[in-house]
T-cell receptor
Framework: AQSVTQLDSQVPVFEEAPVELRCNYS??????LFWYVQYPNQGLQLLLK??????LVKGINGFEAEFNKSQTSFHLRKPSVHISDTAEYFC?????????????FGTGTLLAVQP | DSGVTQTPKHLITATGQRVTLRCSPR?????VYWYQQSLDQGLQFLIQ???????AKGNILERFSAQQFPDLHSELNLSSLELGDSALYFC????????????FGSGTRLTVV
């Protein structure tokens, strides 16, 4: 079985500052990894995904994430945040060759960007 | 618009009642997934259908059931509702696997009073 840990429930940051949202996963098999964003009163939107290949993955809205297999981490970063980045961010994992492709989500990190 | 349509957007009902949530997947997507999002439980996987057949079950209560119809739309039925069933219910769809990630609908907010 897979599990995801997002250590920070809330990350406050000032506008134009860099940010890192942490995600660690646990799995006995190889996995696919995802980051989703949820704006207030909306559904989840895919930010980026790691399937294979380069461990640095670039997504939408200037976000990127780095897959680190030895540390079982997939941290999300942005060099300069905007007020509009305020949202809940979810890390998710699924087994590479599982019987099902259900996504297991972390508990989410609220990114609160302040002016 | 993500292409995944969920109806209704909001639902208020009394304890003990039964409701049906509907999901139309994105065109071409064969898999439908249902998730429950609540403040205390986070995003919980409920059930997955692939081309009309149940593929996986998660933390779905016996009072809940789902199905996927030949036109690929899906319905989640919640019965004998309790206050604790109040949550956001999301439907997501994908072509086959999660290679491309899910596409989520905007959810149905269920309030049980």
């Amino acid at each position: 079985a897979q599990s995801v840990t997002q250590l920070d429930s809330q990350v406050p940051v000032f506008e134009e500052a860099p940010v890192e949202l942490r995600c660690n996963y646990s799995s006995s098999v190889s996995v696919y990894l995802f980051w989703y964003v949820q704006y207030p009163n909306q559904g989840l939107q895919l930010l980026l995904k790691y399937l294979s290949g380069s461990t640095l993955v670039k997504g939408i809205n200037g976000f990127e994430a780095e897959f680190n297999k030895s540390q079982t981490s997939f941290h999300l970063r942005k060099p300069s945040v905007h007020i509009s980045d305020t949202a809940e961010y979810f890390c998710a994992v699924t087994a590479l060759r599982g019987a099902t492709n259900k996504l297991i989500f972390g508990t989410g990190t609220l990114l609160a960007v302040q002016p | 618009d993500s292409g995944v349509t969920q109806t209704p957007k909001h639902l208020i009902t009394a304890t003990g009642q039964r409701v049906t949530l509907r999901c139309s997947p994105r065109s071409g997507d064969l898999s439908v997934y249902w998730y429950q999002q609540s403040l205390d439980q986070g995003l919980q996987f409920l059930i997955q259908y692939y081309n009309g057949e149940e593929r996986a079950k998660g933390n779905i209560l016996e009072r809940f059931s789902a199905q996927q119809f030949p036109d690929l739309h899906s319905e989640l039925n919640l019965s004998s509702l309790e206050l604790g069933d109040s949550a956001l219910y999301f439907c997501a769809s994908s072509v086959k696997g999660t290679d491309y990630g899910y596409t989520f609908g905007s959810g149905t907010r269920l309030t049980v009073v």
